[in-house]
C-alpha cells in the first residue's frame, strides 16, 4: 500500500542552526500539507501546498519557514534559525485529486538543544 | 484553539469491553476525520464522515456523525489491546480553508 514517508526519522540539531526535513508524498497526490505536534499539545497545521506553490499557511508559518517542492517526488519543509520551542514532531501529509482524505507519514522528531 | 473538543481526554478499558469517544464542533463541518496514533508516531486514517447522519464501520469500530454535522462518536466493540493508542479527530471547518483542524485526542489503554 502507497505510504508518505518522511526523512529523517529524528533530527537533532543545534539552537540556531537551519534544518530540512523532507518527504516523499503518496506518488499520484497533488496537495501537501506539513502539520506540527509539540509534546503533548494538539497536531497543528503549518502549510499547505497545490501544484508547487503554497495554498495556505498558518500564523506558525512566519518567515523561519519555507517549503517547496525542488523536484517531482519530494516536498521539504526548511526551518531556519531553529529555537528551543521548535522541538516537535512534524508530520507530512498528502491527498489525491477529488478525496478529502490526508495521509499522514510517520513524522520527523525535531530535538532543538 | 478550542474548534474541537474530544472527550474523554483518556480512557482505561478492560479487554472485551465497549467504549465510545466523542468529538464536538462550535461549527459546522464539511468533514469528519478519525485517526489513530501510536505514542510518537505518525497517524493512521480511520474513517471519514461527511454526510449528516452518515454511519461508517471497519471491523469492530463504527463512527457517527450527527445530522447537524457537529458532533460525531467513535465506538469500539469487544476492545482488544490492539485498540490501544491515540485516537485523534480531525475536521475540516466551513470557512477554514483546506486543512485540517485537530482535536486533542483520547488516550485508550486496554487492560487484558
Known amino acids: 500500500e502507497p505510504e508518505v514517508t518522511q526523512t529523517p526519522s529524528h533530527q537533532v540539531t543545534q539552537m540556531g542552526q537551519e534544518v530540512i526535513l523532507r518527504c516523499v508524498p503518496i506518488?499520484?497526490?497533488?496537495?501537501f500539507y506539513w502539520y506540527r505536534q509539540i509534546l503533548g499539545q494538539k497536531v497543528e497545521f503549518l502549510v499547505s501546498f497545490y501544484n508547487n506553490e503554497i495554498s495556505e499557511k498558518s500564523e506558525i508559518f512566519d518567515d523561519q519557514f519555507s517549503a517547496e517542492r525542488p523536484d517531482g517526488s519530494n516536498f521539504t519543509l526548511k526551518i531556519r534559525s531553529t529555537k528551543l520551542e521548535d522541538s516537535a514532531m512534524y508530520f507530512c501529509a498528502s491527498r489525491r485529486q477529488g478525496s478529502n482524505i490526508q495521509y499522514f507519514g510517520a513524522g520527523t522528531r525535531l530535538s532543538v538543544l | 484553539s478550542q474548534e474541537l473538543e474530544q472527550s474523554p481526554q483518556s480512557l482505561i478499558v478492560q479487554e472485551g469491553k465497549n467504549l465510545t469517544i466523542n468529538c464536538t464542533s462550535s461549527?459546522?463541518?464539511?468533514?469528519l476525520y478519525w485517526y489513530k496514533q501510536k505514542y510518537g508516531e505518525g497517524l493512521i486514517f480511520l474513517m471519514m464522515l461527511q454526510k449528516g447522519g452518515e454511519e461508517k464501520s471497519h471491523e469492530k469500530i463504527t463512527a457517527k456523525l450527527d445530522e447537524k454535522k457537529q458532533q460525531s462518536s467513535l465506538h469500539i466493540t469487544a476492545s482488544q489491546p490492539s485498540h490501544a493508542g491515540i485516537y485523534l479527530c480531525?475536521?475540516?471547518?466551513?470557512?477554514?480553508?483546506?486543512?485540517?483542524?485537530f482535536g486533542a485526542g483520547t488516550i485508550l489503554r486496554v487492560k487484558s
Open positions: 461549527k459546522t463541518l464539511y468533514g
Open positions: 480531525g475536521a475540516d471547518i466551513v470557512g477554514y480553508g483546506n486543512k485540517l483542524v
Open positions: 506518488s499520484n497526490h497533488l496537495y
